[in-house]
């Protein structure tokens, strides 16, 4: 072994340490490493940073941006919840939510569908009052092997395809990864059917400060527009409808107040005065067709390019709107927000929102332009609350980032655009039509992912450029030597799967991919087998919540504890390996 050699791997052996020790984050122990290996020479300095164009980098940031159109949109949400009224045990629940969420997984990347559900499964564990842990750490795992089945749905995938590319000039397709993930997914989701038994049932995440608040009686505006589901409905199928989820506390019809009886027929134009939470006044909203009040009002001038949002906020003992209702002070005119919810502890509104006397304590939504919006909060003498995520009032274009979605996967599954072009076009669209705000979606992009996928492309290359993956691959080879076939298959996938824990995914996949490809040709075989089963090994963390992005995003509304992963982890890997390893060479024959 020559002393290039040695130093690549003695500085992927440090950089491993560093993120063992956790006492930088991951991009910043990726930057580190880039600098060590121009420090060491290593690495060209006019390859330093080929890595930011890579076409990973730009995937991985454009899935990414896909994910928060398609989780602000509601979409899965709401045809989870269509199933999950007529599913009323645990386990039932449970599997539905699992299987969503892993086949959610194959079309945006897995952390994004695993946040777009878990509002479904917090609230479905509020209604059958378990603890959303029995339903969250599962979900999370079903999210890592959903993310197996298409080429964009983790990154791993989409980093071994690239060494395929690079090494017999043809890249994985989109759904050359559906055989073994899907199979892996059928199996994990019957273990987790049953095996959630054994997590801990007790396990409960702390309170958070909008849970604190416990503000849920809100108050507002819609009128019911042309296709609605609503019309021609009764006032009571309506309300069993969207399981008793808000309540219609007025009816306006030809600007006339209208008795409301359970048996009122509704009609198109009618103003509804709908009361609930505001995830659930949003959902009812979008879904039914109505629009939202003062959704037409012009925006102040000068103001018309700036985003549009909402803020929440609680109107003090000294602020101008007390006493006051929204049409008096021509809050929208004067002022340029409109107020589109109140909420009044202890008491009913049902008065039209614009004629709503404001008093001190009422909590309030206001909407407008976010550049405008502190300022105008501090004129009309309102405190913001604890940031919460507030939907109501969002684009009602819900559909649009489902639909340019199924280009993009379609155009790349036929091979006529390539990934990389298709799906940063497909985000670029989400945010010129409208489906997506600009702050949004840049508040989406997990930059210091972005960061570390650039650090580590130049880092992991001294590899194969100084030989050393040679080295090492030739190593595993002669352990190798003496087993069978699939003994060789599944060695590499354990290899990954032990690694990824102490590693972001990623990277353990720019470090084992190439390895994995020396592998396979020192022993004679085809690289694709030895790939595949690279991405199953890193694409599977199961053991610790550190590992994948997955794992994190449930430890705190768990409740979890370290330990927990294992208790359910352990005996998940272990079925990967043991269905995994025949399925990849099923699927990919190693001569």
Known sequence: MTTTQMLSIGLLVGMMGLFLWGRFRYDVTAILALLAGLALGLIDPKAAFTGFSDDIVIIVGSA????????????????????????????????????????????????????????????????????????????????????????????????????????????????????????????????????????????????????????????????????????????????????????????????????????????????????????????????????????????????????????????????????????????????????????????????????????????????????????????????????????????????????????????????YVPVAVAFFAAAGLMMAMGALPLREAYEGVEWPILIMLGALIPVSDTLRTTGASDVLATGLAQVAASLPPWGAVALIMVAAMAVTPFLNNAATVLVMAPIAAVFAHDLGYRPEAFLIATAIGAGSDFLTPIGHQCNTLVLGPGGYRFSDYARLGAPLSLLVVLVGTPLVMWTWPLH
């Open 64 to 415: 990414l941006v896909i994910s928060t159109a398609m989780q602000r949109s509601g979409l899965i949400e709401v045809a989870l919840g269509v199933v999950a009224r007529r599913v009323t045990r645990v386990r039932s629940q449970l599997l539905v939510l699992t299987a969503t969420v892993g086949v959610a997984s194959g079309l945006v990347k897995n952390v994004g569908a695993l946040a777009m559900l878990m509002p479904a499964a917090v609230q479905t564990a509020k209604k059958t009052d378990s603890s959303p842990s029995v339903f969250l750490m599962p979900m999370a795992f079903a999210s890592l092997l959903g993310g197996l089945t298409t080429l964009v749905g983790t990154s791993p995938n989409i980093i071994v395809s690239r060494v395929r590319e690079q090494m017999t000039g043809q890249p994985f397709g989109m759904f050359d990864y559906l055989p073994t993930g899907l199979g892996l997914l059928v199996v994990g989701l019957i273990f987790l059917r049953f095996g959630y038994r054994l997590l801990p049932r007790e396990r409960r995440a702390a309170p958070t400060m909008g849970e604190a608040l416990n503000i849920k009686d809100y108050v507002t505006e819609a009128t019911i527009e042309e296709g609605s589901p609503a019309i021609d409905e009764t006032v009571a199928d309506f309300i069993e409808r969207h399981e008793h989820g808000v309540t219609i506390t007025g009816v306006l019809r030809a600007n006339m107040r209208t008795v409301v009886t359970p048996e009122l027929m509704l009609c198109e134009g009618d103003t509804l005065i709908l009361g609930g939470d505001p995830d659930m006044l949003e959902r009812v909203i979008a879904g039914d067709h109505l629009a939202l009040a003062g959704q037409e009002r012009d925006l102040p001038e000068g103001s018309e390019n700036d985003e549009i949002g909402v803020i929440e906020a609680v109107v003090t003992p000294g602020s101008m709107l007390v006493r006051q209702s929204a049409e008096r002070m021509r809050l929208q005119q004067r002022y340029g927000v409109n107020l589109i919810a109140v909420s009044r502890a202890g008491q009913r509104l049902t008065k039209k929102l614009g004629e709503i006397d404001l008093r001190a304590g009422d909590v309030i939504v206001l909407q407008g332009p976010l550049g405008l919006l502190p300022e105008r909060m501090r004129d009309l003498g309102t405190l913001p609350l604890a940031e919460r995520s507030l939907r109501l009032g969002s684009s009602k274009r819900r559909w649009l980032p489902l639909v340019i979605l199924a280009i993009a996967m379609a155009v790349t599954a036929t091979g």
